[in-house]
């Protein structure tokens, strides 16, 4: 399950990227990819073993996307943080709702 909720997150998150900066799949998917091996381990580890909870883990989640994307793509902070709030909440939404539907 691990890994299917981490391909499943590439999923959603790459082409909620592409659709808000108008850039290609080509352009966007490595450093996708990179920026989400960097951030989803982390959330990971932080939920499964901590008892922070899962609001303060995404808030972290956000700011370093929103970091990562204002400096790869130098866009302005305002934009960086609106794709980085729509990319993650795409994926936690998605993934909520697939959780709940699965285990209900």
């Known amino acids: 399950m691990f890994f299917g909720n981490f391909i499943l997150t590439l999923l959603l998150e790459g082409p909620v990227f ?5 850039k290609t799949f080509r ?17 990971t580890v932080l939920y499964n073993t901590t008892t922070i909870s899962i609001w303060w883990i ?3 989640v956000f700011l370093a996307e929103t970091v990562l994307v204002a ?3 130098k866009f ?3 934009k960086s943080a609106w794709i980085a709030l729509l990319m993650n909440a795409s994926s936690w939404g998605i993934g909520s709702l697939i959780q709940y539907i699965w285990f209900a």
Request: proline share 3%; aromatic share 10%.
């Open 18 to 22: 592409v659709l808000l900066t108008k």
């Open 58 to 60: 995404e808030l972290g």
């Open 71 to 73: 400096i790869h793509w």
């Open 76 to 78: 302005n902070w305002g």
């Open 27 to 43: 352009e966007t998917a490595v450093i996708i990819l990179l920026m989400n091996l960097v951030t989803w381990p982390i959330a």
